[in-house]
């Protein structure tokens, strides 16, 4: 399962790109960051948009820093949910705001990159910036897994926030 720290972690990494690379304050980061993730649905693109910040470089500073291997374990509950979807009926992808290289660190840990198709995620090495609850990711998603209409796809997600589009 997802190691207790993985969030606080992740949160401490954020705040020091915050106040190390943009010069923000404790205050003005925990502002900001909430703001850029209820107006955008990731914060990265809220940097992006108002800072100019390299989505990659971001990544590497943050993502890419987490020390997964000692945070997540394999989730036999999670692997068992998934196997027990008829594959008959559903097909099953990854969807993530995160850029590629979470994905191929998480998944394995997780012990379930064996039950998807494939992964759709927010690719920070193109411009423009295309995450959720841009329509333009349910479009990208809709196209790369080829459903044919909206009300056959089904999202399961850890937040509301990045999800709100998809019912639109």
Same mark, same amino acid.
């Given at each position: 399962m997802i190691g207790i720290g993985v969030k606080d972690v992740f949160?401490? +990494? $954020?705040?020091?790109?915050?106040?190390?690379? +943009? &010069?923000?304050?404790? @205050? @003005?980061? $925990? +502002? +900001?960051?909430? @703001?850029?993730?209820?107006?955008? &649905?990731?914060?990265?693109e809220g940097l992006v948009s108002n800072y100019q910040v390299d989505p990659l470089e971001f990544n590497s500073m943050v993502d890419d820093a987490l020390p997964f291997d000692s945070l997540i374990k394999p989730n036999p509950e999670l692997r068992q949910l998934r196997e027990e979807i008829d594959k008959g009926k559903f097909r099953l992808w990854l969807f993530s705001n995160a850029h590629i290289t979470h994905v191929k660190r998480v998944v394995p840990l997780l012990g379930v990159e064996d039950l998807f198709e494939g992964a759709i995620y927010c690719d920070y090495s193109k411009e423009p910036l295309v995450c959720k609850p841009q329509s333009a990711m349910f479009e990208t998603a809709m196209r790369v897994a080829g459903p044919k209409r909206c009300s056959d796809c089904y999202l399961i997600g850890e937040c509301q926030v990045p999800l709100y589009t998809s019912r639109h």
């Open positions: 949160s401490r +990494l $954020i705040n020091a790109y915050f106040q190390s690379r +943009l &010069g923000f304050s404790k @205050e @003005e980061t $925990i +502002l +900001l960051r909430n @703001e850029y993730f209820r107006s955008y &649905g990731l914060i990265m």
